[in-house]
């Protein structure tokens, strides 16, 4: 199991700081008044340190892939800074925010979204590479030859189309592509998920050891805790587009403090060994991030609420050196 260091600031690569991204609502058909904002991301605080993998896991809606979509430069935050290098993009000129494209990749769940299917896949996986570097004929052969051989893959694979290829070698090409710029950061939106059971832990190898080998850190979104586990050095836990904890993976498994961390955890352990559950299961809905509840939002599904839950938000505050939770159990 991995486990982080204490991190100085030339250790932060990416720090995302308190960054909110609202979605008005469509306005009504009769008052012409827009219905409000959905709070898709809430006002979070995390950094990636360079090297390492920080994921952020919760439930379908809780703002996870938003926020990585943010850090991709796809959306614009509503409010707060992201800071590459410690350089603050929310407001850099097109340069920075170029340079950042080319140092900031991403590895999304189904490759076949990012692979052209008419082209083939040495021109795929080149195509970055060429429309930022003048290359020679000769350096271009081998960078792709190399980054061929980085994911696993032959020489020969460059002739070829994607449909001739498995999901897990289609991941693989995806990889080798989002490697081709030789970037500093690579976001990984569920990266296994769509893949086999059997080819998954290949790919998180995979992953891992090109971390090793080239030093890049991994913003990971996923749902499924047993990646997330393997994968992480911090793991940062959110609920209706905040965070709720976050700690060193190690400390958040065997000590979390948070209900929703603890029940997504027991969610996630299946009863037989034989069992895969892909899905986190917790009982009661997720509450509509147009209306969240008052006080902390998790209190609908909480079973230690208390008074002071339905009425008072709890701040995210240390627990531990490294390990921040909001709730108010945490007080106690
Ligand atoms: Fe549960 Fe209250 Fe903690 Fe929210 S603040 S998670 S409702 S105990």
Redesign the pocket.
Known sequence: MVQTAMAGPTDVIIEVAKVKKYFPVAKGFLTGRAKGNVKAVDGISFKIRRGQTYSLVGESGCGKTTTARMVLLVETPTSGVIKFNNRDLTNSHNMDRREYRTSVQAVFQDPWSSLNPRMRVGPIIMEPLLANRRLSKQEAQEQLETLLQDVGLHPFHADYYPHEFSGGQRQRIAIARSLALRPQVIVLDEPVSALDVSIRAQIMNLFKSLQQRYGMSYLLIAHNLATVRYMSHQVGVMYLGKL?EEAPTRELFTNPK???TRALISAALPSHPDIVRDEMVISGEVPSPLSPPS????????????E???V???ELRQVQPEHHV?????DL
């Open positions: 709720v948070h209900p929703y006080g902390c939002a998790f209190h609908p599904r909480c079973p230690f609420i208390m002071q839950c339905r008072q938000m709890p909001a709730c108010h159990l945490a």
